[in-house]
């Protein structure tokens, strides 16, 4: 049987994520440290670890099918893949930065400066977007102290909380682009292999539904019912069940996380009491 080859990185920032994803995918890999291969025991995969600028490359040419790697790098890389889906882990920013004691009047500040970054696409075609003229110098690492020896009066890299920014006596002036983890695919794949690519697309959907809501128990009046299935609405609708003590009932439902606090104040206003709140470890629609 064909197997799917995923690239993902070997040691970094998207690492802990991704094998993280895979393991509750219920996927299991033993990849011992420093190995460039690995095959999982319970799921027609294997496993390439690679530096994340690679990946790209990699699923283009077929090498892998699949591929985990922050947007900003696919994005930079310009290959042809397809981005399958988005990951929601390694969050980050790339941003334009200054000194910490220069003044900044907008976007025209970089007319004729010089800008230190690692993404060389991403930063130009933003710039030509804002009708900057600035020169660019690539550089592979260490960006933000381009600025302190003299190599760029400004900055383009990676920011999540700043602090590093902060550390190097930059400023961050404006954010151009934002990331997550995403999973890339090679664009002519085998029967075989997207039947198991959708299988792993099946279980990674059921944990994000899983992490978006939650599992909702609460007593109710048996007269209250009505008003609060107007406000649960639940998967289908809620399952309501006899208390021992007369006229009560308990309802169990799913909510969503982001309207999570607005409805537990609706549902307490309808005589919701007991409201219990849980986890949903997977969810399938
Ligand atoms: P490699 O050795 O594989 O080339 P790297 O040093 O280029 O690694 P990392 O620092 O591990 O890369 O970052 C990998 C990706 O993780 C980045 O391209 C970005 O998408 C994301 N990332 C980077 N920094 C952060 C951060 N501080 N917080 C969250 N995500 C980040
Ligand atoms: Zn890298």
């Known amino acids: 049987m064909e197997k799917l080859r995923l690239a993902i990185q070997k040691s970094g920032r998207l690492s802990e994520g991704s094998m993280d994803l895979i393991k509750k995918c219920g996927i299991k890999v033993s990849n011992g440290k420093g190995k460039l291969k690995a095959e999982a025991s319970n799921f027609p995969i294997e496993f390439l670890f690679l530096r994340d600028d690679?990946?790209?490359?990699?699923?283009a040419d077929g090498v892998a099918d699949i591929g985990i790697v922050g947007e900003n790098v696919l994005v930079e890389k310009a290959k042809e893949v397809k981005l399958i889906h988005r990951l929601g882990f390694s969050k980050c920013r790339l941003s334009?930065?200054?000194p910490k004691s220069e003044e900044y009047s907008g976007i025209s500040y970089f007319e004729g400066k010089d800008i230190a970054t690692s993404y060389p696409k991403i930063l130009s075609d933003y710039l030509k977007e804002q009708g900057v003229n600035a020169q660019i110098h690539e550089i592979s690492g260490s960006v933000e102290i381009a600025p302190s020896i003299g190599l760029a009066q400004g900055v383009c890299d990676i920011v999540s909380s700043g602090s590093t920014?902060?550390?190097?006596?930059?400023?961050?002036?404006?954010?151009?682009?934002f990331s997550e983890a995403v999973a890339v695919a090679s664009p002519g794949l085998s029967a075989e292999k997207q039947e198991i690519l959708d299988k792993l697309l099946f279980r990674i959907n059921a944990l994000q539904n899983a992490d978006s809501n939650k599992y909702i128990l609460l007593n109710a009046p048996e007269e209250a019912v009505d008003k609060i299935i107007s406000v649960l609405p639940g998967m289908k609708s809620p399952s309501i069940l006899p208390l021992a003590q007369k006229g009560?009932?308990?309802?169990?439902?799913?909510i969503n996380e982001n309207d999570f606090w607005d409805k537990i104040e609706e549902l307490?206003?309808?005589?919701?009491q007991g409201i219990l709140v849980v986890p949903i470890e997977k969810m399938v629609l």
């Open 248 to 254: 009560w009932v308990s309802m169990h439902s799913v």
């Open 96 to 98: 334009l930065a200054i």
């Open 268 to 272: 307490k206003e309808a005589g919701a």
């Open 165 to 177: 920014l902060f550390q190097n006596g930059l400023k961050e002036v404006e954010e151009i682009f």
């Open 54 to 59: 690679d990946i790209p490359g990699y699923v």
